[in-house]
């Protein structure tokens, strides 16, 4: 069982950043690959970023050279640093830790991007 807190979300103007950390505890976090996923109103959930427990890291399209996940697997967390925002970010931001058939999830932050 793997409990996973996500924090960070906010309201930012178009070009900002923000960091989004997330949380894991009850299981040995190191052997999960975590993600992020996000969801915006009146759309499905997409995944956003992913990093394997061994480092891999992959992005969606639509954030690549924008957003950099990483983990510190010391301090069971996952990040998601967010440069050049633009308002189609806007979404509340879910965190993931997934290990073969098991997935967990948290319970998301809010993300909003606007002048």
């Known amino acids: 069982q793997v409990q996973v807190v996500e924090s960070g979300g906010g309201l930012v103007q178009p070009g900002g950043s923000l960091r989004l950390s997330c949380a894991a505890s009850?299981?040995?976090?190191?052997?999960?690959?975590m993600a992020w996923y996000r969801q915006a109103p009146g759309k499905q959930r997409e995944l956003v970023a992913a990093?394997?427990?061994?480092?891999?890291?992959n992005y969606a399209d639509s954030v690549k050279g924008r957003f950099t996940i990483s983990r510190d697997n010391a301090k069971n967390t996952v990040y998601l640093q967010m440069n050049s925002l633009k308002p189609e970010d806007t979404a509340v931001y879910y965190c993931?830790?997934?290990?073969?058939?098991?997935?967990?999830w948290g319970q998301g932050t809010q993300v909003t991007v606007s002048s």
């Open positions: 009850g299981s040995i976090f190191s052997i999960y690959a």
């Open positions: 993931n830790a997934g290990r073969f058939s098991v997935s967990y």
């Open positions: 990093i394997t427990s061994g480092g891999t890291t």
